[in-house]
């Protein structure tokens, strides 16, 4: 939800002020759950690998370089790959759990264009967003089983699931990192 906030309003403090205003929040963590994949009968999880043309020109590359090279970029320029491959995972329904107000967490998945860290070139593609109101909050453990990164010092008696050091508020790129419990998979069978 940072992230659909974020193409609105690229202030970090004024995206903290509206998921504040947003989700619910309990010991300075959002109740947002991981991304789940959700895995039946009819709906299967598929590994793939994408190949994408990188490049239309095939000039190939007949200069000299001009001084001795330790590296060369092979993102960019005449040294680019014709080809890149993608590895991705195939899913018909992701599922997350929040808490929090229903109106305004609709408004912001409806507003996000891909999920993922390639969403810009093809990825992630959502072909709908659906909010629907629950009793229980599934935001932090379902069925006894974690649902997000939570931090260590949040629990009296150790868990199963393993720890690592890690960043579990936004901007995960730049908070505070803190010895946090991870969990074990996000495959929701039903």
Known sequence: MYWA?????????????VLDETLSKSHDVYHASQALYEKSSSNNIVAKEITRITRTDWNEFDGVLTKVKKSIKENEGV??????????????????????NHEKIQFYLNSILGIGLQSNSGFGEIEKVKVTRIVDDHSWFLDEKLNRILPKSMFYMSRNEPVKSCRY??????????????????????
């Open 5 to 17: 906030i974020y193409s609105m309003n690229n202030s970090h403090e004024k995206i903290i002020e």
């Open 79 to 100: 040294f680019c790959r014709k080809f890149t491959l993608k590895l991705a995972t195939q899913v018909k329904r992701i599922i997350f759990f929040a808490h929090g």
């Open 169 to 190: 508020k936004p901007n995960y790129k730049s908070s505070d990192i803190v010895d946090c419990y991870i969990p074990i998979g996000n495959t929701l069978v039903v």
